[in-house]
């Protein structure tokens, strides 16, 4: 029997408690033996809950006890989960965690420290929620050389952007409603300005590329500046809207990302809609590969940490060997990246067509009956600079969204 403790009882810690309880004798055989629950650690107590007899407060008193091989940290957010998760480890408790901050932040050290004690420091739900995407980027996909990551990585925003679409309803409207369901937090900045996103993809970017790559030199915009004029411009195009998390390599060049983008019905990821997440892989022999699922909640996310504990508990004194150096990758410039970008400005095409063309070059324009007083046109392809440096030539630029190239 192993003996595991679980560091927060939230929404994802009482999830795993209840995949371990409710599946206990078929995760008993896949890992080949038991595993038991012997603490919880939490700052509040449960009275009336079962889980009650097994709180306890003290972190110390789960690091103290020889018989804990398996800590499992699912309280989010980097402190005290940092320190918690490097004193288990070297104390010679192997470590599962969904915490995408911690993982970005400290991924490749406490990776390092693992492989030093011979343990294994797993984190396949800190991103995607219940979708396998961790395991098989390190296990699965060796064989290849990844050159393109693109996904839909926050749950919210992807609701958020489908309502707006499918009800024709503004952002605050359609955010007000996904708070009231719990999809979005009270304060949803993670979520809607794309750090959460940015995140999951510094982690996928560091296992795929080997090298650490910090989520703080990744260009990142949210979703708060999309309307619903936004919206129906796209879908008269042809476009939906998602926001990207991407990382490309270019001509040796990586380029890291996160943004809205609009995408046609060809792309793979056009038909992810709702709280749903898709990841879109690409390798130099493979060629696609396409991961899709429930991003988050409570008990897909505890699926994918009980799947880690049951992986550790089969390699107890083997390490699982991830590829993520601390040595840091170095980005391409973003201003450097091309694309097509569409543009709402101000006015009328048969005004402005002219003065446009003359900065831009040709476009395409779009024009919708009931929204008076602007348009829209479609850039050629241009760098991130170019657009930029025209833009600033032209008044009544409204909003601009980048168009993803398959």
Request: contains cysteine; charged residues 25%.
């Amino acid at each position: 029997m192993i003996k595991i403790a679980v560091l927060g009882y939230g929404t994802v810690g009482s999830g795993v408690v209840e995949v371990i309880n409710t599946n206990y004798e078929s995760i008993a055989k896949k890992a080949r033996q038991e595993i038991q629950i012997k603490y919880v650690l939490d700052l509040r107590d449960f009275p009336g809950d079962p889980i009650q007899e097994k709180i306890v407060h003290d972190f110390q008193v789960i690091l103290k006890d020889e018989e804990i091989r398996i800590v499992v940290e699912v309280m989010g957010g980097v402190e005290p989960a940092y320190t918690f998760v490097k004193s288990a480890l070297e104390h010679g408790k192997s470590v599962v965690t969904s915490n995408k901050e911690l993982v970005a932040k400290h991924g490749s050290e406490l990776i390092a420290l693992a492989k030093e004690k011979n343990l294994n420091f797993l984190f396949e739900a800190s991103v995607g929620g219940g979708i396998p995407i961790i395991r098989p980027l390190n296990q699965s996909l060796t064989a290849d050389e990844i050159c393109e990551i693109v996904g839909i990585l926050n749950g919210t925003t992807n609701y958020i952007l489908t309502k707006m679409r499918v009800d024709g309803l503004d952002f605050d409207e359609v955010l007000k409603e996904a708070q009231a369901l719990g999809y979005a937090e009270r304060n949803p900045a993670a979520d809607i300005e794309g750090y959460d996103a940015c995140r999951k993809i510094a982690i996928l970017s560091s296992l795929a590329f080997g090298s650490q790559v910090d989520y703080e030199d990744i260009y990142t915009e949210g979703i708060t500046k999309i309307t619903a004029k936004d919206i129906k411009f796209a879908d008269r195009l042809g476009y939906s809207i998602k926001l990207f998390g991407s990382s490309k390599k270019v001509d040796g060049k990586i380029y890291i990302m996160v943004a809205p983008m609009m995408i046609t019905e060809e792309n793979p990821l056009y038909s992810v809609n709702g709280v749903y997440n898709g990841i879109f892989v690409k390798g130099n022999v493979l060629g696609n590969v396409m991961f899709y699922g429930s991003g988050a909640g409570k008990l897909p996310t505890a699926s994918a940490v009980v799947s880690d504990v049951v992986d550790e508990v089969k390699h107890i004194g083997t390490n699982i060997l991830t590829t993520w150096s601390s040595k840091k990758l170095e980005l391409a410039d973003i201003q450097d990246s091309k694309k097509r970008f569409f543009v709402r400005i101000e006015g009328s095409p048969k005004k402005r067509i002219a003065e446009i063309e003359r900065v831009f070059g040709t476009v395409q324009t779009v024009e919708i009956e009931e929204i008076a007083g602007e348009f829209g046109f479609v850039t050629r392809v241009l760098s991130e600079a170019e657009f930029a440096e025209k833009a600033g030539q032209i008044d009544g630029i409204l909003n601009r969204i980048r168009i993803d190239q398959q």
